[in-house]
């Protein structure tokens, strides 16, 4: 059975920082480029960030160069993203997502809140 499971959100202050996690199991981990979008209401999900199947390259938007940071431990079947200089615009549902780089399967997390606020 396939499962993203992805935890680290919650509230936190302007400028403050946040880890979300998002823990691969079903699969063979190192053979998917991994992703981390997200969404809010009204709103098309937005990619922030991915890395590729053993985190040679990397991909950001220009909303979050430089504040975020995507990183995968292929041992643990785990991808990362490391948020800092958080800002209220950040404040979304962030998913974690899959991709195959042989047939293109994809698979998705249920997503986890995060909360800029003061």
């Known amino acids: 059975q396939v499962q993203l499971v992805e935890s680290g959100g919650g509230l936190v202050q302007p400028g403050g920082s946040l880890r979300l996690s998002c823990i691969a199991s079903?699969?063979?981990?190192?053979?998917?480029?991994m992703k981390w979008y997200r969404q809010t209401p009204g709103k098309e999900r937005e990619l922030v960030a991915g890395?590729?199947?053993?985190?040679?390259?990397?991909n950001y938007p220009d909303s979050v160069k430089g504040r975020f940071t995507i990183s995968r431990d292929n041992a643990k079947n785990t991808v990362y993203l490391q948020m800092n200089s958080l800002k209220p615009e950040d404040t979304a549902v962030y998913y974690c997502?899959?991709?195959?780089?042989?047939?293109?399967?994809?698979?998705w997390g249920q997503g986890t809140q995060v909360t800029v606020s003061s």
């Open positions: 997502n899959a991709r195959s780089v042989f047939n293109l399967e994809d698979y």
């Open positions: 079903g699969f063979t981990f190192s053979n998917y480029a």
């Open positions: 890395i590729s199947t053993f985190g040679r390259s990397t």
